[in-house]
C-alpha cells in the first residue's frame, strides 16, 4: 500500500516529465494549436507583465560537475537563457546570481553583477563547465553564508523574495537535504529542475511546496517544455505585490507600490481610513498586502492617482491610529487585483504651544514655556545662540520646570532660542524666539568743572565703554531758574567751554548710547567775586 502511495505521488511530480518518446508528435501539436489560439499581440503583453512583475533575487545552482556532458551543460544555459530572457533587471527589480557545482564551488557571478539582459545573456554564454565531483552540499554552504545572506558584496537585499532554481543530472547529489532545509528556514524558496533519474524521495522533500509547480523532471532535450512552468512558479515568489507605507508621521503617510498601469491604460483608486474598532491590523506598521478593497464599516477617504504613479501621500490622519489603505488599479484591459496595508500613526508628539522672555538684560534673559506635559515630555532642551553664527549653547531642564536662566550672554545681542520637546520615543518637537539682550550702558567715569573767569567754565569728563554715540550736555540756573539749555557733543569730544552760566547753574554730562542714556554726572557752579567754589556731587539719569 505504502508502496503504490509513493508511486502516485512520484507519478504527481513528474506531471512536467516528457520522455524522447513522442515528444515530437505532441511539441507539434502543441505549436500547431498555439499559433492558432494565441490572439494577436499576446506574446509583446505577456513579456511586459513579466518586465513589470517582479521584484527579488533569484539564484542559479548550476551542475556544472564531471557527471553532465558538454552536450548537457549547453543545453542548461541555453534554458536559463529563455527562462530568464524576460525578466527586467535592476536594483529595484529581478537580479540574477550563478553558482556552479563542482569539486571546488565557484559563484560565476552575484546578484547586482547584470543590470541589463545583454550583460546577463553574455555572461551566461561565457560561462564555462567546472567538471570533478558533484560538491552540492559545498555550494550550498556557500550559497547560504555568502551569496542569500544580505549584506555581502555579491548578498541578496534586504526584506526582498529569495529564490534558489537547482539544475542538476540528478547523479548522487549528496546529503543536501540539511542545507536545503536550512535555506528554507531562512526564507529561500527552492526549486528544482532534474534531467535525469534522480533520487525522487530527496528532491521532493528539498523542494518548497507545492511539489507539483516546483519540482520537474524532464529529458535536457525537452526543457524548452518547462520554461514557461517554470517562470510562472518564480513569477508566484517575486512578484511585487506590496503595497508599501513610508515616512509615517502622526498625521500623514506615503504609499509606495510598483507601477501595473501606464498613464493610457488606466489609474490607481486609493481609499484609506481608520480600521474599525475590534479588527485586527491584519499588518504591522510599515507593510502587508492583501486582496480586500473595501474599508467596511469605518469612515473612508479616497484619492485618484494617474496610471503612471508610484506613490500618494496620505494626509489628514489621525494620531496613534491604526489605518487599512487599499489601491486598486483601474483599468479596462486587465484585471489586477487590489492591495491592501495597514498602519499605525505614530503618537502626536507634543511641544510648546508658547516662549516667553523676560527680565532681560545686558548678560542674561529668562526664559519661560508652557503647558507642562509631565505625562508624555522626558526633558526640555533650549538651546540658543546668537544670530550672527557662533556656537550653539544648550541648557537640559528636567520635565518637571518650564523655565531657566540664560546666562553669560553678548549684550546689545540678538539670540535665537530653540525650547525642544525630547520624548522618551527620541522624537522631538520644538519652538523657536528670537530675543534680544540689552545695550551694556556705562556710567560717565568722572567729571570736573575749572573756572575760566566771568560767568565761563570748562566741562571735562573722562569716557565711558561701550557702544557710545556721543554725550549730551545740560547746564540751568540754581533750582531750575530760568530755561535749560543743552549741547549735544560727539564721542571723540572729552572737554567744552560754558560761557554766560547763570549763578549756581547745575551742569550735567550724560553719556549717550544706541538705545538709551547712561547714567551721567552733575556739578553745580557757585560763582563769586573772589573765589569760586564748586560743589560736586553724581546724578544718574537714564
Request: aromatic share 6%; hydrophobic share 35%; charged share 20%.
Amino acid at each position: 500500500m505504502k508502496k503504490k502511495e509513493e508511486e502516485n505521488e512520484r507519478a504527481g511530480g513528474q506531471r512536467a516529465t516528457l520522455g524522447r518518446r513522442g515528444v515530437a508528435t505532441f511539441l507539434l501539436t502543441w505549436i500547431v494549436a498555439g499559433v492558432f489560439l494565441q490572439a494577436p499581440g499576446r506574446r509583446g503583453s505577456e513579456v511586459d507583465t513579466v518586465l513589470n512583475c517582479c521584484e527579488g533575487d533569484v539564484l542559479v545552482l548550476l551542475d556544472s560537475s564531471g557527471s553532465v556532458s558538454s552536450y548537457e551543460f549547453s543545453r542548461m544555459l541555453t534554458f536559463l537563457s529563455e527562462l530568464l530572457r524576460p525578466f527586467s533587471l535592476g536594483p529595484e527589480e529581478v537580479q540574477v546570481g550563478l553558482l556552479q557545482v563542482g569539486t571546488v564551488p565557484h559563484l560565476q557571478f552575484g546578484f547586482g553583477s547584470h543590470s541589463t539582459q545583454q550583460g546577463l545573456q553574455e555572461a551566461l554564454m561565457d560561462t564555462r563547465q567546472l567538471r570533478g565531483d558533484t560538491n552540492t552540499e559545498g555550494a550550498l554552504k556557500l550559497a547560504r553564508e555568502e551569496v542569500l545572506r544580505p549584506g555581502g558584496v555579491s548578498g541578496t537585499r534586504e526584506g526582498l523574495p529569495k529564490v534558489l532554481v537547482w539544475l542538476t543530472d540528478g547523479v548522487q547529489p549528496g546529503p543536501v537535504e540539511g542545507p536545503m532545509a536550512a535555506l528554507r528556514e531562512d526564507g529561500v524558496a527552492v526549486l528544482v529542475v532534474s534531467t535525469g533519474h534522480g533520487n525522487y524521495q530527496v528532491l521532493r522533500k528539498v523542494v518548497t511546496p507545492p511539489i507539483d509547480s516546483h519540482l520537474y523532471f524532464v529529458d535536457i532535450d525537452d526543457m524548452s517544455i518547462i520554461t514557461e512552468q517554470l517562470r510562472d512558479a518564480i513569477i508566484e515568489i517575486i512578484r511585487a505585490e506590496r503595497l508599501q507605507v513610508r515616512d509615517v508621521t502622526a498625521s500623514t503617510a506615503v504609499l509606495h507600490w510598483r507601477p501595473v498601469l501606464s498613464a493610457n491604460t488606466g489609474f490607481y483608486n486609493i481609499r484609506f481610513g481608520p480600521v474599525p474598532s475590534g479588527v485586527g491590523e491584519g499588518g504591522t506598521t510599515g507593510g502587508g498586502s492583501g486582496t480586500s478593497p473595501s474599508i467596511s464599516g469605518a469612515e473612508y477617504l479616497q484619492l485618484k492617482r494617474p496610471g503612471d504613479a508610484k506613490h500618494a501621500e496620505l494626509s489628514g490622519l489621525r494620531p496613534a491610529t491604526t489605518y487599512r489603505a487599499t489601491l486598486i488599479p483601474e483599468s479596462n484591459a486587465v484585471f489586477i487585483k487590489p492591495l491592501t496595508v495597514t498602519f499605525t500613526t505614530q503618537p502626536e508628539v507634543l511641544g510648546p504651544l508658547f516662549i516667553r522672555v523676560s527680565d532681560a538684560n545686558s548678560s542674561s534673559i529668562r526664559v519661560s514655556w508652557g503647558p507642562l506635559q509631565m505625562d508624555s515630555v522626558q526633558s526640555y532642551r533650549v538651546e540658543y545662540s546668537p544670530l550672527s553664527g557662533s556656537p550653539v549653547h544648550m541648557a537640559t531642564v528636567d520635565r518637571g520646570h518650564s523655565t531657566t536662566l540664560l546666562t553669560q550672554l553678548q549684550p546689545n545681542t540678538q539670540y535665537l532660542v530653540t525650547v525642544s520637546a525630547v520624548h522618551s520615543s527620541g522624537q522631538e518637537k520644538a519652538m523657536s524666539v528670537k530675543v534680544c539682550t540689552q545695550e551694556e550702558l556705562f556710567p560717565l567715569a568722572d567729571l570736573q568743572l575749572t573756572p575760566m573767569g566771568g560767568d565761563s567754565v570748562q566741562v571735562k569728563w573722562r569716557a565711558s565703554a561701550g557702544t557710545l554715540q556721543g554725550y549730551w550736555l545740560t547746564w540751568q540756573g540754581a533750582n531750575g531758574s530760568g530755561p535749560p539749555s543743552s549741547r549735544y557733543l560727539p564721542p571723540s569730544t572729552l572737554s567744552t567751554v560754558l560761557t554766560q552760566l547763570p549763578p549756581r547753574a547745575r551742569v550735567c554730562v550724560s553719556p549717550v548710547y544706541q538705545t538709551a542714556r547712561g547714567d551721567g554726572l552733575c556739578c553745580t557752579a557757585q560763582i563769586l567775586s573772589d573765589t569760586s567754589l564748586w560743589d560736586y556731587n553724581s546724578y544718574g539719569h537714564s
